[in-house]
């Protein structure tokens, strides 16, 4: 399967970007649940089987190639504490 965008690891002072896993999922469940985070999306607000879904879904379709997900990992604790994507990726 051709990939167009490879998974990367971006790093600045404060956080890293790095490919989103399954055991990222335990960090996020965390900070997932708070309503206002969701505000401005077109997903509403989560509950633990709709995170899996999340996950699962972003790891499938970067499997596929469509998408790279990331987990924005906060440098001074090392956990989870966001997720951005890069979506839509076709030659």
């Known amino acids: 399967m051709q990939r167009w965008v490879e998974p990367v690891v971006l790093e600045g002072s404060r956080v890293r970007l790095e490919p989103l896993r399954q055991d990222h999922l335990a960090d996020l469940s965390l900070v997932a649940f708070d309503p206002a985070l969701w505000q401005w999306t ?44 890069f979506m839509s990726i076709v030659p």
Do not use: H, K, V
């Open 42 to 85: 077109i997903m509403g607000p989560q509950d633990e089987a709709g995170l899996r879904r999340w996950l699962e879904t972003a790891l499938a379709n970067a499997e596929a190639g469509t998408e790279r997900p990331f987990a924005t990992i906060d440098l001074a604790s090392g956990r989870a504490i966001g997720s951005s994507r």
